[in-house]
């Protein structure tokens, strides 16, 4: 699995960092920063849940 | 067979010099197939930056509804070569979309050119001199450096809006109106053209780049060299260098800066020579104003990144102590944009700090550098 951010979509609102801190920070301007590499698999649920809550349905999750 | 003629050619002229294409080759599906045979033994790849090998994207295309577009805007500021093109040799890139048009099996196609701009008198004329199989349509697009992004121009011809749309769906699926989209720069059209005129095998050993070279050059403008020239050769075929040159900014406002003039040069459109005399960082820092300015303002790292990293370099010319933020400002832009205007701002930023490291040193320490003590 691998998460993306559409950096059109995204509004920089910085609620993924705070629902997925292990995988995202943010930037001095608010907008996402995702860790290299696919995601760790114990972190898939916390991440499915992160990308629901996303208010612009810009953090997504794929299969990698 | 250099793709610029001296003068313009009218379509009779274009057929004395280039010959007419010889379209019962390539008749039905099994011609399609030999087009793009033939540009794959050419070894075709596209020259509007991006280097893709053309055969590829033709293939990606092919369907009985596409559309071809044809990119003639040329954002970057250095690079006239579009221009030229269009002026000069218009029926040798038209020659190439019709080319393109038939390989893709494409109804319609379009040639986008920047609105007002002076290629329009050339093409239009050329157009009406001939009788295309696949009609040809001129779009204006807002005079706008991303509008010429591949993406930009699919969602201007779809709904009016010039700003990228992003990487995926890729045109070739769904591009135009949702129809699967060949879009090629001109020059890489007109190389098509030359491939089937002069046949593959001889295109390969006689193909040519075009290259726009300005700053500390005798004669600035677009010249054509044979193919992979080293910037060298670049800056004598533009009549030699008027002082000595310190560094060469490499593939237009998103290049490089380098010193190294042996490097050999494909597929880039652009180059400028900064002469001795002139201040390296002074000049990037104008070039990120601009980039910034020029942002779509769709995505955050590119909407208040370049901004940021264009104050920086303002910045560090007045002598401040910038060079910091840049150092943990300029990795976060790179891929992280719809389109790969921040990426070419990042690494222009990047390389100006390592070709200009001395200055950056002198500029640090007082604020002035060799360029404002006289030294130079
Ligand atoms: S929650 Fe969504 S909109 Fe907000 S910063 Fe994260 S990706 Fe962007
Ligand atoms: S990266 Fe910049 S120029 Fe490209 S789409 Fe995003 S905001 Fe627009």
New interface residues.
């Given amino acids: 699995m691998k998460l993306t951010v559409?950096?059109?979509g995204?509004r920089?609102h910085g609620l993924c960092a705070d629902l997925l801190p292990e995988v995202v920070r943010l930037?001095?301007?608010?907008?996402p920063?995702l860790a290299n590499g696919p995601l760790p698999p114990e972190l898939a649920a916390e991440a499915r849940r992160a990308a629901a809550a996303c208010p612009a349905l810009a953090l997504r999750l794929r299969k990698a | 067979m250099s793709i610029l003629p001296p003068h313009r050619l009218d379509l009779a002229g274009h057929r004395r010099r280039n010959g007419v294409v010889p379209w019962v080759a390539y008749h039905g599906d099994d011609g399609r197939d030999r087009l793009v045979e033939a540009v794959e033994a050419a070894g075709l790849r596209g020259r509007g930056g991006g280097g893709f090998p053309t055969a590829v994207k033709l293939r990606a295309a092919r369907s009985r509804r596409s559309i071809v577009v044809a990119n003639g805007c040329e954002g970057d500021p250095l690079s006239r070569k579009d221009a030229a093109l269009l002026t000069l040799a218009p029926h040798l890139v038209l020659d190439g979309l019709q080319l393109a048009a038939h390989a893709v099996g494409a109804t319609e196609t379009v040639l986008c050119v920047h609105a007002g701009s002076p290629v329009l008198p050339s093409v239009t004329a050329a157009l009406a001199e001939r009788d295309d199989h696949v009609p040809v349509r001129i779009a204006e697009v807002p005079r706008r450096y991303v509008a010429s992004e591949e993406s930009a121009l699919v969602h201007y011809l779809t709904s009016g809006d010039a700003r990228p749309?992003?990487k995926e769906p890729r045109p070739a699926e769904r591009g135009v109106r949702g129809r699967p989209t060949l879009v090629d720069n001109v020059e890489t059209l007109a190389q098509l053209a030359s491939v089937v005129l002069l046949g593959p095998h001889h295109y390969r050993a006689a193909r040519t780049d075009l290259v726009t070279v300005t700053g500390a050059v005798r004669q600035p403008g677009v010249v054509e060299l044979p193919a992979g020239p080293s910037l060298t050769a670049v800056l004598a075929a533009a009549g030699g260098e008027t002082e000595p040159v310190q560094a060469v900014l490499v593939g237009g406002y998103g290049g490089t800066w380098t010193t190294d003039l042996r490097l050999g040069l494909s597929g880039i459109p652009a180059v400028y020579a900064l002469p001795a005399s002139a201040c390296g960082l002074e000049y990037t820092a104008k070039v990120l104003a601009f980039l910034a300015a020029e942002s779509a303002r769709?995505?955050?790292?590119?909407m208040?990144?370049l901004p940021?990293i264009a104050a920086d370099f303002a910045e560090l010319v007045r002598g401040g102590p910038s060079v910091h933020r840049l150092a943990h400002?300029l990795p976060?832009l790179t891929g992280?944009?719809?389109c790969a205007h921040p990426d070419g701002a990042a690494r222009l930023a990047a390389s100006a700090l390592r070709t200009f490291g001395a200055d950056v040193t002198t500029h640090q320490a007082g604020g002035r550098c060799r360029v404002l003590e006289g030294v130079a």
């Fill in positions: 559409d950096p059109i995204c920089g930037d001095e301007w608010g907008y920063v | 749309l992003g769709q995505c955050g790292p590119c208040f990144g940021s400002r976060l992280r944009g719809a």
